[in-house]
Structures are given as structure tokens and as C-alpha cells.
């Protein structure tokens, strides 16, 4: 499944690639990211009872994230803040027997650049999404090996 944002703020898995399943993570501070739908503009946050949503206005404590790079290559999310893991399973889903969707795997974008939108963000502080320093920190960016790989 591919976690998207789409514009109404949902926050989905889609078996298929859409615009709104193309993110952008950036380091806030070692270990932790931000995750932005480049489509929707919107930020991936998370309240305290798990419920994922997306808001065009960053909160540090609902929108930033621990990455845990795990020895089979995927990466699983928990909140910086809350402690609780992104997954794609409702906490409440009557299925108790369901595996949550909560490792993710880091893809290259293969979507054309027409069907990614670059509009501004609609937010009241803004960000420089092409920037390796996306708040401004100082930090050195560092991207997933699979980005390094020759277009």
C-alpha cells in the first residue's frame, strides 16, 4: 500500500501510486522527520489517539516523527511526541485480527512531474520544500540510498 494526503486532509493507503502518495520527509533534528504531501501541500500529523490527518499548519507535537530505519530496509514512524507508530489500520477496526500497516518502504517517485503539484503550501509559515534545511536548522540532509540512484 502507498500512505497518501490528500487534499481534504485524509490520510489513506492506496494499492496504486497517485500524486497524493508522493511525500517529501525532511530532518527536523537527528532522527526525526517531517512528512509532507508535495500534491496536497499538506503535513502528516497524528493526534494522540493514533488518528492520522493532514493539516496544512506544522505542529512539532503532532507533525514531526522519530524515523526508525529498520535491518530489512523498511522504516517505521512513531510520533514524536505521542509515541504512537504511523499505520495505515484504524485503532478501532472490528477486525482485531488485522496486521496493522506500519513499516514503510521509501520509494523513488516515478509519477510524471505534471501529475506532482508545486504549489506553495497553504499554511501561515511557510517552507522551503526544495531546501536541504528545511526549517532552517543547519543540518546536514540525508536522503535514502535508493534516491542516489542515476535517473
Same mark, same amino acid.
Given at each position: 500500500?502507498?500512505?497518501?494526503?490528500?487534499?481534504?486532509?485524509?490520510?489513506?493507503?492506496?494499492?496504486?501510486?497517485?500524486?497524493?502518495?508522493?511525500?517529501?520527509?525532511?530532518?527536523?533534528?537527528?532522527? #526525526?522527520?517531517?512528512?509532507?504531501?508535495?500534491?496536497?501541500?499538506?503535513?502528516?500529523?497524528?493526534?494522540?489517539?493514533?488518528?492520522?490527518?493532514?493539516?496544512?499548519?506544522?505542529?512539532?507535537?503532532?507533525?514531526?516523527?522519530?524515523?526508525?530505519?529498520?535491518?530489512?530496509?523498511?522504516?517505521?514512524?512513531?510520533?514524536?511526541?505521542?509515541?504512537?507508530?504511523?499505520?495505515?489500520?484504524?485503532?478501532?477496526?472490528?477486525?482485531? #485480527?488485522?496486521?496493522?500497516?506500519?513499516?514503510?518502504?521509501?520509494?523513488?517517485?516515478?509519477?510524471?512531474?505534471?501529475?506532482?503539484?508545486?504549489?506553495?503550501?497553504?499554511?501561515?509559515?511557510?517552507?522551503?520544500?526544495?531546501? #536541504?534545511?528545511?526549517?532552517?536548522?543547519?543540518?546536514? #540532509?540525508?536522503?535514502?540510498?535508493?534516491?542516489?540512484?542515476?535517473?
Amino acid at each position: 500500500m502507498y500512505l497518501q494526503i490528500s487534499s481534504d486532509g485524509g490520510v489513506r493507503g492506496s494499492l496504486v501510486k497517485t500524486p497524493y502518495s508522493v511525500l517529501q520527509l525532511k530532518s527536523v533534528k537527528p532522527g #526525526h522527520v517531517v512528512i509532507k504531501g508535495r500534491s496536497s501541500s499538506l503535513f502528516l500529523c497524528i493526534n494522540d489517539g493514533g488518528h492520522l490527518r493532514g493539516q496544512g499548519v506544522y505542529e512539532e507535537s503532532d507533525c514531526s516523527f522519530r524515523e526508525l530505519l529498520l535491518a530489512d530496509g523498511y522504516t517505521r514512524f512513531l510520533s514524536s511526541h505521542h509515541g504512537i507508530p504511523v499505520s495505515l489500520t484504524s485503532r478501532n477496526s472490528p477486525d482485531r #485480527h488485522s496486521v496493522p500497516f506500519t513499516r514503510f518502504l521509501p520509494l523513488r517517485n516515478t509519477l510524471t512531474v505534471d501529475s506532482v503539484s508545486d504549489q506553495p503550501p497553504h499554511s501561515e509559515r511557510q517552507f522551503d520544500v526544495d531546501s #536541504h534545511d528545511l526549517f532552517g536548522m543547519g543540518l546536514n #540532509h540525508m536522503g535514502s540510498p535508493h534516491s542516489l540512484i542515476d535517473k
